[in-house]
Structures are given as C-alpha cells and as structure tokens.
C-alpha cells in the first residue's frame, strides 16, 4: 500500500483559495485511483473529487463542481486539490485516500474501496 501524507491546509476567507496536496511514498501510485474526502465536525465523512490512475477521468460532489479542481503527477507521486471561491461550509478535515485499482466506476465515491488514508488537513474558512 502506499503511504500518504496531506499538507497545504490553513485558515482562509470565504472567497479565497488554497492547494492542498498528497504526497505518496511507494512505487505503485500509478496503480492507485486517488480521492479526496472531507469531514466536518459532527459529521460524516463526505466524498469530494476523485481521479483515475492516469488522470484521465474526474469526478466531483456537486456542491465543488466548477470551485475544485482534482489532479496528479504521478512522475512525483502527488495528488492535489486546488480549492477555489472557497465558502464557509467547506470547513472541514480534508482527507487523501487511494485505491488500490485502474478501474473506474460510481463506487469510487464511497470510502470502501480506499484502503490507504493520509492523517488530514485542517481547512478552515472565514465568513
């Protein structure tokens, strides 16, 4: 499995952005599909954008569609998430998670099939 560590989190106004990302140690990142996933206070853990092993497929909750964006390198073993007009219920523990397949289909959108989770950022945003 690949480890996975988060960083780029911070305290921001609504209407700001910031670029999180997910650095991935192990060999085989190219063989993972990455997510990103976020969790409130009181809440579940939510889905929020997802990407195949090349990065040629994408997916988004509704409520981020056209605000996020999703992408990887995977000559650095990076996943990213760039987070623009950020509003105040994007205030969340912000997680990466891969799966450990070149398949893409709905399901990638549940955390069942995500087997390796970095430890979150904290993504704060001010009204």
């Known amino acids: 499995q690949v480890q996975l560590v988060e960083s780029g989190g911070g305290l921001v106004q609504a209407g700001g952005s910031l670029r999180l990302s997910c650095a991935a140690s192990?060999?085989?990142?190219?063989?993972?599909?990455m997510g990103w996933f976020r969790q409130a206070p009181g809440k579940e853990r939510e889905f929020v954008a997802n990407?195949?092993?090349?990065?040629?497929?994408?997916d988004y909750e509704d409520s981020v569609k056209g605000r996020f964006t999703i992408s990887r390198d995977n000559a650095k073993n990076t996943l990213y998430l760039q987070m623009n007009s950020l509003k105040p219920e994007d205030t969340a523990v912000y997680y990466c998670?891969?799966?450990?397949?070149?398949?893409?289909?709905?399901?990638?959108?549940?955390?069942?099939?995500?087997?390796?989770w970095g430890q979150g950022t904290q993504v704060t945003v001010s009204s």
């Open positions: 998670a891969g799966a450990p397949t070149i398949a893409w289909w709905g399901g990638l959108r549940s955390v069942g099939p995500y087997r390796s």
């Open positions: 192990g060999r085989t990142f190219n063989n993972y599909a």
């Open positions: 990407i195949n092993w090349n990065g040629g497929s994408t």
